[in-house]
């Protein structure tokens, strides 16, 4: 993506065999205003795309795995009868300055602030150009080009040409993988590793984060330091899976699909009873304080996420996501098809600073303040939000035990009837709810 907002995406496209079984890659240029400038598409039976990255001079490397041989824009890639990787170059204007085949295939680069490459890969056969010989035939390093190895080392962990590696690396040429359990660290001098859990990995500002968990079973955020040492965790609620991540004006953005009930760090931040999934980008401070939230809603169920952000990054002010959408989904004023028989469409979607979201509702929300706590039967409730306020008074096995409306965002509970003891405030604006703990003496 460049200063104005243009951006590049590449990848793979096939089709079920109720359209014309068409399998291929392709890589396009989106200007700022959501316009194609080209596309350029190479149509072959056996072909993905693994990685993409930019070069200074603004060209865009592909890279990534295919078989036998293939017409690649006027470049004749002689494959084998099994996965052979592959790059090929385009510059500012979608021309094809160049392709190749490589004697291993690709699975995760990363372009580093010196230009060299951090490259994980496969190789079923001894390197000769790189000096390597694999024993695993799974291998990690850093190269000056594809075929200039600065350092190299076995992983010893076993991968397929189509893996998505969680993989980072640093300014000063170290390489993070999640793999194992582990958080391993690789460099000139060796690797290292320190406990985790699997999962996506990300790494900005200085530390690494770690998206890990399972739709039912909840999804956390691990904050390390380059050690590896956990800085701090994060949580979400059950039905919710974490999908990435990015930096944007000094706070965090996350992206994510929730059914029912987007809770964080034990908060409720949002409720829809209706059965029906929501894509959602929540933003935090630096310190995992909410801050705001912005929603996608599927029109029709469905288990998992029907729209997905696995991707998404900030240039300028602006956000941009994308992803795989299954069901029809509403994007502000925008309904967005969905899939076509069993196959994905993907989407690409720019979120402008000044876009409305749920932020200001939920904000208010959070402002709210209950004195005196503790108290001894009186608790007033003062903030700024401007929705019509409903809470409920909740003992500490879940009951409700009074419920009122009031006319005004400042106002009183009358809570002397009560005995003394632990109870929860929980406080409702539109679909927005938040709870605070009561303690009456």
């Known amino acids: 993506m460049d200063s104005a907002d243009n951006t590049v995406i590449a990848g793979d496209y096939s089709s079920c065999y109720h359209c014309n079984n068409l399998n291929g890659v392709f890589i396009t240029k989106i200007l700022s205003?959501?316009?194609?400038?080209?596309?350029?598409?190479i149509s072959a039976p056996y072909i993905n795309i693994t990685q993409m990255y930019f070069k200074n001079n603004g060209s865009t490397i592909i890279a990534g795995v295919m078989w036998d041989t293939i017409n690649f824009l006027g470049h004749q890639l002689i494959g084998a009868q099994y996965e052979t990787g592959y790059y090929a170059e385009f510059d500012a204007s979608g021309n094809c300055l160049g392709a190749d085949t490589l004697p291993y295939i690709p699975?995760?680069?990363?372009?580093?602030?010196?230009?060299?490459?951090?490259?994980?890969?496969?190789?079923?056969?001894?390197?000769?150009?790189?000096?390597?010989?694999p024993s695993s035939g799974n291998f990690i390093g850093n190269f000056s080009d594809f075929n200039t190895a600065n350092w190299i080392q076995d992983l010893q962990w076993t991968f397929t040409p189509y893996a998505k590696l969680p993989m980072v690396a640093i300014p000063n040429n170290t390489i993070y993988l999640l793999m194992s359990s582990q958080l391993r660290k690789y460099t000139a001098l060796g690797s290292t590793y320190s406990n985790a859990s699997n999962g996506k990995l990300h790494y900005m500002d200085g530390k690494l984060f770690?998206?890990?968990?399972?739709?039912?079973?909840?999804?956390?955020?691990?904050?390390?330091?380059?050690?590896?040492?956990?800085?701090?965790?994060?949580?979400?609620?059950?039905?919710?899976?974490?999908?990435?991540?990015?930096?944007?004006?000094?706070?965090?953005?996350?992206?994510?699909?929730?059914?029912?009930?987007?809770?964080?760090?034990?908060?409720n931040y949002y409720t829809d009873q209706?059965?029906?999934?929501?894509?959602?980008?929540?933003?935090?401070?630096s310190n995992w304080k909410f801050l705001s939230l912005k929603l996608v809603k599927q029109i029709e169920n469905y288990t998992y996420g029907g729209v997905w952000a696995d991707f998404i990054t900030s240039n300028n002010n602006d956000i941009f996501i994308q992803g795989p959408i299954l069901v029809d989904a509403i994007f502000g004023t925008d309904t967005i098809a969905g899939a076509c028989c069993d196959y994905k469409n993907y989407y690409f979607a720019k979120i402008g600073s000044n876009s409305?979201?749920?932020?200001?509702?939920?904000?208010?929300?959070?402002?709210?303040?209950?004195?005196?706590?503790?108290?001894?039967?009186?608790?007033?409730?003062?903030?700024?939000?401007?929705?019509?306020?409903?809470?409920?008074?909740?003992?500490?096995?879940?009951?409700?035990?009074?419920?009122?409306?009031?006319n005004q965002s400042s106002t009183s509970i009358d809570l002397k009837h009560l005995a003394a003891g632990?109870?929860?405030v929980e406080i409702h604006a539109k679909n927005h709810i938040n709870i605070k703990k009561v303690i009456i003496n």
Not at 36 to 41: H, I, K, P, R
Not at 374 to 398: A, C, D, F, V, Y
């Open 210 to 267: 770690g998206l890990y968990g399972s739709y039912w079973s909840g999804n956390e955020i691990n904050v390390y330091d380059t050690a590896g040492v956990i800085i701090s965790n994060n949580v979400f609620g059950n039905e919710c899976t974490i999908q990435a991540l990015c930096f944007h004006n000094q706070n965090y953005i996350v992206s994510g699909v929730f059914k029912d009930s987007l809770i964080f760090n034990g908060q």
């Open 107 to 133: 699975i995760c680069i990363i372009r580093n602030n010196d230009n060299s490459l951090s490259i994980a890969g496969i190789t079923t056969h001894s390197i000769t150009n790189l000096n390597y010989y």
């Open 274 to 285: 209706t059965g029906l999934g929501y894509m959602f980008l929540m933003e935090t401070d």
């Open 33 to 41: 205003d959501g316009t194609v400038a080209w596309t350029d598409t």
């Open 356 to 406: 409305v979201g749920l932020e200001e509702a939920q904000m208010a929300l959070d402002e709210l303040i209950l004195y005196p706590n503790p108290t001894k039967g009186i608790i007033n409730i003062s903030g700024n939000s401007r929705e019509e306020l409903t809470w409920k008074i909740l003992n500490t096995q879940g009951q409700v035990i009074l419920t009122e409306t009031p």
């Open 422 to 424: 632990i109870y929860f």
